[in-house]
């Protein structure tokens, strides 16, 4: 059983930054990907952005590739995402997510495959 809760969301200006948290709760041992997800108004859940165990692997969605960058500090149990240069399209609701799965090869994109979920936290840009 694991816990995950978002926080750090909130309205910027496009071109703006936010850097959003997600602390991890419960049973905290073996999480091995976590990611975060995005959900806009009428829309499915969207992949967003993964990092493995140590922080070796990333992958990300060609959206945000050079402009969002992940984190984790295990020591914590918190997992960072660092979004940088926001665009209006940026806007949507932020889950953060776990998964057993090793993704480093071929990723991990479907939101099915994971565990666990926040409750999302919104994110809100302006033109």
């Known amino acids: 059983q694991v816990q995950l809760v978002e926080s750090g969301g909130g309205l910027v200006q496009a071109g703006g930054s936010l850097r959003l948290s997600c602390a991890a709760s419960g049973r905290t041992f073996g999480l091995y990907t976590m990611g975060w997800f995005r959900q806009a108004p009428g829309k499915e859940r969207e992949f967003v952005i993964h990092?493995?165990?140590?922080?070796?692997?990333?992958h990300y969605a060609d959206s945000v590739k050079g402009r969002f960058t992940i984190s984790r500090d295990n020591a914590k149990n918190t997992v960072y995402l660092q979004m940088n240069n926001l665009q209006p399209e940026d806007t949507a609701v932020y889950y953060c997510?776990?998964?057993?799965?090793?993704?480093?090869?071929?990723?991990?994109?479907?939101?099915?495959?994971?565990?666990?979920w926040g409750q999302g936290t919104q994110v809100t840009v302006s033109s």
């Open positions: 997510a776990y998964t057993p799965r090793h993704c480093s090869s071929n990723g991990c994109y479907d939101a099915a495959g994971y565990e666990a």
């Open positions: 990092i493995s165990w140590s922080g070796s692997s990333i």
